[in-house]
């Protein structure tokens, strides 16, 4: 049973401790340590799902003003409301992320291209509708490097910090 009963809304987790990317070790303890914060949270969300207690209104997939999430960097799950698949993903701008999904999802072409095959497929028996955008984490504070440059490895490493969510 999910201890929030009826899970109406959930507010992106805004993380303000220092994660320190100068090397693999500062990473990874960043990442074991974003992983204590999110097992609860992702664990709440999925019961919600499978048990139809999550309410998806809040999360439709669709361009909103002032969301919040332009230029923030996060961790979000995409999930399938009628196959209950949940994708995990993370990004260095959640807004853009979206606004990705939105387009390939609403785009076989482009899907074909940017999606993981396991999306695609749920697409062949879903419609664009049927996926929901659920931000998890927001990352305030990055040291280590430059955060205006999303291609560095180090930001592509706290994107990754994923790898440690198993579920």
Request: one cysteine or more.
């Amino acid at each position: 049973m999910n201890p929030f009963g009826q899970l109406s809304f959930h507010q992106p987790f805004i993380y303000n401790e220092v994660v320190d990317l100068s090397s693999d070790k500062t990473t990874q303890t960043a990442g074991e340590s974003i992983v204590k914060v999110l097992t609860p949270i992702i664990d709440n969300i999925i019961s919600a799902v499978l048990e139809n207690k999550f309410d998806y209104s809040n999360f439709l997939i669709t361009k909103q003003q002032a969301s919040g999430l332009t230029n923030r960097i996060g961790l979000y799950l995409l999930i399938n409301s009628k196959t209950k698949r949940i994708y995990l993903g993370g990004a260095s701008d959640l807004a853009q992320r979206k606004g990705d999904h939105h387009r390939c999802l609403n785009d076989p072409d482009r899907a074909a291209r940017k999606l993981a095959t396991s999306m695609r497929d749920d697409l062949k028996v879903s419609q664009s509708t049927d996926f929901f955008f659920v931000p998890l984490l927001i990352i305030n504070n990055i040291s280590g490097v430059s955060i205006t440059d999303k291609k560095t490895p180090s930001v592509t490493t706290v994107l990754s910090i994923k790898q440690y969510l198993t579920f």
